[in-house]
């Protein structure tokens, strides 16, 4: 990047430590008790994002005539980053300026890595080396699962996630197991994460591979397509493990979404025989516990669902009480928004509608819908094959993810958020080439 000027290989950096990222600094702390060492791998994926956006500006030949070829999806985030960049100086809110900045930062950092997106052009060989980061990622997961279920006991057990989580963000271990209630079922059974944060951000992160590994699979010779095969087993057993409930959905709205796509109804068909197998399983074969822990999910008399259920009533009280936004970093998960202001939190939708309004959610949800439009009319008209590979992928992650945003603050989960980001600006680039033949 430095030496060459290959700024656009940010993203290998990216995919290969987003996953590890919790386990990094899990096992720095553990090894050497330094938070300063600790912060330092913190800010890694930021600094980096940074530096390759500083070599962009520094290796752009006539930097100061960038041509400004806009298209609704980049205007859409800009003017969702100049509002959030409005509500970080506005008065408004109890949360401090520092707080308000690093939301701040947490909503720039994707910004950025969607502009790199967009300026990226890759070989088909780069390309094809990002989406083998991809497989190895998901292959990887499932492999941890698998020892952990093999060996009954989380690997975060064993990378000092607990004391790390109490030493630098003052959090108590919680549940049964000494980590914290999410890595728990209402059944008080293991619920595993593999090498990620936790096992809702590896059930959506799985995702990712899953569509990867499909398309991929839907567009080489079948005599080469046995390993794409394995990535999808391997993605669906890892959602298996995360036993996430708005991912497990998920991947059934993402199988509809690319059966529309393809018009593949057989594929609607085997989606509607794994979700009537499903039923058919808890209804006969299911313990007491899993029966009734699903169907107390269903009518909203598991804890969790009246969680959030609770938590989206809070934010939707705090939106009509502040049509115009309660002020940055009042709601969601993230380690600059204090329990003592927060808000609700457990809808990304909700979540950007408490801090800046009404109008901040719709502008947000605009974003995610021409975002998937595009993407998808990218997919259908390139006669770019790998283009086509990362539109395709962007656009069914994209889709897949609309439901872990109602029940999370799933924009912190950096590794599918950061990289599906930066998929629909290396799309977005493609569209522009489309319509007006300029990228």
Same mark, same amino acid.
């Given at each position: 990047?430095?030496f060459?000027?290959k &700024?656009?290989?940010?993203?290998y950096f ?6 590890? !990222?919790i386990?990094v600094?899990?096992?720095?702390y ?8 600790? $912060? ?5 994926k ?11 500006l520094?290796? !752009?030949?006539?930097?100061f ?9 980049d ?16 008065? #408004?809110? @109890? ?7 690093? +939301? ?5 950092i ?6 790199l997106?967009?300026n990226?052009?890759f070989? *088909?060989q ?6 083998k980061?991809?497989?190895?990622? $998901?292959?990887a997961?499932?492999?941890?699962n698998l020892?952990?279920?093999t060996?009954?006991? !989380? ?6 996630? $607990?004391? /790390?989580n ?13 980590l914290?209630w999410?890595?728990e ?7 595993f994460a ?6 809702? @951000?590896?059930?959506?992160s ?6 990867a590994?499909? #398309? &991929? ?9 046995? #390993?794409? =095969? ?7 057993a890892s ?7 708005a991912a ?6 993402m ?5 529309v ?5 057989? =594929? ?12 058919v399983?808890?209804?006969i074969?299911?313990?007491?516990? /899993?029966y009734?822990?699903?169907v *107390?999910?269903?009518?909203f008399?598991?804890a969790?669902?009246?969680g !959030?259920l609770? @938590? &989206? ?5 705090s939106?009509i009480?502040?049509?115009l ?14 329990d ?5 939190? @457990? ?5 950007y509608?408490?801090?800046?309004g009404?109008?901040?959610m719709?502008v947000? #949800?605009?974003?995610?819908?021409y975002?998937?439009?595009? $993407?998808i009319s990218v997919?259908?008209?390139t ?17 897949g993810?609309?439901?872990p ?12 958020s950061w990289?599906s980001? &930066? ?5 977005m ?8 033949? +300029?990228?």
């Amino acid at each position: 990047m430095v030496f060459k000027g290959k &700024w656009e290989y940010v993203v290998y950096f990216l995919l290969a430590y987003l996953p590890f !990222h919790i386990t990094v600094l899990s096992l720095t702390y553990q090894t050497t008790y330094s938070p300063i060492l600790v $912060a330092f791998f913190q800010l890694a994926k930021d600094l980096m994002v940074i530096l390759g956006f500083v070599l962009f500006l520094l290796f !752009h030949k006539n930097i100061f005539e960038y041509p400004l070829r806009l298209n609704i999806v980049d205007r859409l985030f800009l003017f969702f980053i100049g509002l959030a960049l409005l509500f970080m100086f506005l008065p #408004i809110g @109890e949360s401090s300026f520092v707080n308000k900045a690093f +939301y701040f930062k947490n909503m720039l950092i994707p910004a950025i890595v969607y502009f790199l997106g967009r300026n990226t052009r890759f070989t *088909d060989q780069e390309i094809s080396n990002f989406f083998k980061v991809i497989f190895v990622i $998901a292959v990887a997961a499932f492999l941890v699962n698998l020892l952990e279920s093999t060996l009954d006991t !989380h690997f975060q057990s064993y990378t000092g996630y $607990a004391l /790390f989580n109490q030493a630098i963000y003052d959090t108590a271990p919680s549940g049964n197991f000494g980590l914290s209630w999410t890595f728990e079922t209402q059944a008080i059974t293991k619920r595993f994460a593999s090498f990620f944060s936790d096992p809702l @951000e590896m059930a959506s992160s799985v995702l990712l591979g899953f569509a990867a590994g499909l #398309i &991929w699979y839907l567009s080489s010779k079948r005599e080469d397509s046995s #390993i794409y =095969l394995l990535v999808m087993f391997c993605s669906l057993a890892s959602l298996f493990f995360a036993s996430s409930r708005a991912a497990f959905a998920a991947f059934f709205v993402m199988i509809f979404f690319i059966a529309v796509v393809f018009r593949l109804y057989k =594929l609607i068909f085997f989606g509607f025989a794994m979700a009537l197998a499903f039923i058919v399983y808890v209804f006969i074969f299911a313990s007491d516990d /899993f029966y009734y822990f699903v169907v *107390d999910t269903i009518t909203f008399e598991n804890a969790s669902s009246v969680g !959030h259920l609770v @938590e &989206w009533l809070i934010a939707l009280d705090s939106m009509i009480a502040n049509p115009l936004g309660a002020g940055l970093a009042m709601s969601g998960n993230v380690g600059s928004v204090t329990d003592d202001v927060r808000i609700g939190g @457990e809808n990304q939708f909700l979540i950007y509608g408490v801090q800046m309004g009404f109008l901040g959610m719709i502008v947000y #949800i605009l974003l995610l819908g021409y975002s998937i439009s595009y $993407a998808i009319s990218v997919f259908r008209n390139t006669d770019n094959l790998m283009t086509a590979r990362i539109s395709f992928t962007a656009a069914a992650v994209k889709t897949g993810l609309l439901l872990p945003l109602f029940t999370a603050n799933a924009e912190m989960y950096a590794y599918v958020s950061w990289i599906s980001w &930066w998929m629909v600006g290396y799309a977005m680039s493609e569209y522009n080439r489309i319509k007006t033949g +300029y990228a």
